[in-house]
């Protein structure tokens, strides 16, 4: 079965960095686009970050361009976030999902805290 599992969440001071992983199993990684979301404390899940099955294009929110990089390793089935310049609004639990043959699969999320 599909299973994305992220990883690497924790809190940082304002102006720090941090890397999200997100490891894939049960299908064929490299043949899907993969992406990021957030969601913070009463808001609704938003849109972060998408990256290509072949890592050639990606796209981003306005709100982290330029901050942030999604990546991936097809021959690790990951998925990743390198997060900079991290300010106190990017606070939420953030989650990969994979839309593998028409239904989204969503990891556990893991959360991130930008607090001094």
């Known amino acids: 079965q599909v299973q994305l599992v992220e990883s690497g969440g924790g809190l940082v001071q304002p102006g720090g960095s941090l890397r999200l992983s997100c490891a894939a199993s049960?299908?064929?990684?490299?043949?899907?686009?993969m992406s990021w979301f957030r969601q913070a404390p009463g808001k609704e899940r938003e849109f972060v970050a998408l990256i290509a099955w072949t890592g050639g294009s990606t796209f981003y929110a306005d709100s982290v361009k330029g901050r942030f990089t999604i990546s991936r390793d097809n021959t690790k089935n990951t998925v990743y976030l390198q997060m900079n310049s991290l300010k106190p609004e990017d606070t939420a639990i953030y989650y990969c999902?994979?839309?593998?043959?028409?239904?989204?699969?969503w990891g556990q999320g893991t959360q991130v805290t930008v607090s001094s």
């Open positions: 999902k994979g839309t593998v043959r028409g239904l989204d699969y």
């Open positions: 049960g299908f064929i990684f490299s043949n899907y686009a």
